[in-house]
T-cell receptor, first 115, second 113 residues
Framework: GNSVTQMEGPVTLSEEAFLTINCTYTATGYPSLFWYVQYPGEGLQLLLKATKADDKGSNKGFEATYRKETTSFHLEKGSVQVSDSAVYFCALSDPVEDSNYQLIWGAGTKLIIKP | AAGVIQSPRHLIKEKRETATLKCYPIPRHDTVYWYQQGPGQDPQFLISFYEKMQSDKGSIPDRFSAQQFSDYHSELNMSSLELGDSALYFC????????????FGPGTRLTVL
C-alpha cells in the first residue's frame, strides 16, 4: 500500500538557518504530493503541492520538488523565521490505490525556530 | 476567500454522551472528508462524501455516523463517547475536478471527560 515517511522531529534551528525536512513516499500509481503546516493550536493549512514528476511547489519561501527517481518530496526554505515554528506534514493522494483521493499522511515533523 | 467552517470549535462531553460536529465546505466544493487527529498524531481518515453519498470509509468506529446534506454541509454524529474519542476532528473539502487538493477547516476539539 501507499505510505509516507518523514524525518523525525523535533527539528530545532536558529533564525535565518537553512531548512530541509525530508519526505519519501511509496505509491503504486502517480500520486500528487503535498506539504501541510499546522501552527500551534490551529488547523491544517495547505502549504504547497506538486502533481507530477519534476514539478516544484512553492509558497511563503518554502519549496519542494517532486522527485520520482528518488520517490522524495523534501521541503526546503533558505532562511527560516521564528514564525515558521509549526508541525509540517507530508502527504500524498493516489487515486489508483486510494479511492476518492484519500490523503495518506506522514507522521509530521515539529519545527522549532529559536531567535 | 471563504474557507471551510466547522462548528463548534470546542466541545466538552461526558462519557457515553453523544456529540454532533458540523462542517460547511468551501462554496462549490462537493466533496467532504472527516479526519481525527489525536495528540501528537497525524490525521486519521474517517469518512468522505461526494454529492451526498458516502464515497470512502476509513477507520471510523461503528459508534460514529456521518452524512452530507443537500447544501453539501456535513455532520459527524458520535454516540456512546469514550475517553479515547478526545481529539481534534478536522473536516476538509475539495472540488470534484481537483479532488487531489483538500482544504481543511480549523477543527473541532472534542474533550470527553
Amino acid at each position: 500500500g501507499n505510505s509516507v515517511t518523514q524525518m523525525e522531529g523535533p527539528v530545532t534551528l536558529s533564525e535565518e538557518a537553512f531548512l530541509t525536512i525530508n519526505c519519501t513516499y511509496t505509491a503504486t500509481g502517480y500520486p500528487s504530493l503535498f506539504w501541510y503546516v499546522q501552527y500551534p493550536g490551529e488547523g491544517l493549512q495547505l502549504l504547497l503541492k506538486a502533481t507530477k514528476a519534476d514539478d516544484k511547489g512553492s509558497n511563503k519561501g518554502f519549496e519542494a520538488t517532486y522527485r520520482k527517481e528518488t520517490t522524495s518530496f523534501h521541503l526546503e526554505k533558505g532562511s527560516v523565521q521564528v514564525s515558521d515554528s509549526a508541525v509540517y506534514f507530508c502527504a500524498l493522494s493516489d487515486p489508483v490505490e486510494d479511492s476518492n483521493y484519500q490523503l495518506i499522511w506522514g507522521a509530521g515533523t515539529k519545527l522549532i525556530i529559536k531567535p | 476567500a471563504a474557507g471551510v467552517i466547522q462548528s463548534p470549535r470546542h466541545l466538552i462531553k461526558e462519557k457515553r454522551e453523544t456529540a454532533t460536529l458540523k462542517c460547511y465546505p468551501i462554496p462549490r466544493h462537493d466533496t467532504v472528508y472527516w479526519y481525527q487527529q489525536g495528540p501528537g498524531q497525524d490525521p486519521q481518515f474517517l469518512i468522505s462524501f461526494y454529492e451526498k453519498m458516502q464515497s470512502d470509509k476509513g477507520s471510523i468506529p461503528d459508534r460514529f455516523s456521518a452524512q452530507q446534506f443537500s447544501d453539501y454541509h456535513s455532520e459527524l454524529n458520535m454516540s456512546s463517547l469514550e475517553l479515547g474519542d478526545s481529539a481534534l476532528y478536522f473536516c476538509a473539502s475539495s472540488l470534484a475536478e481537483s479532488t487531489d487538493t483538500q482544504y481543511f477547516g480549523p477543527g473541532t476539539r472534542l474533550t470527553v471527560l
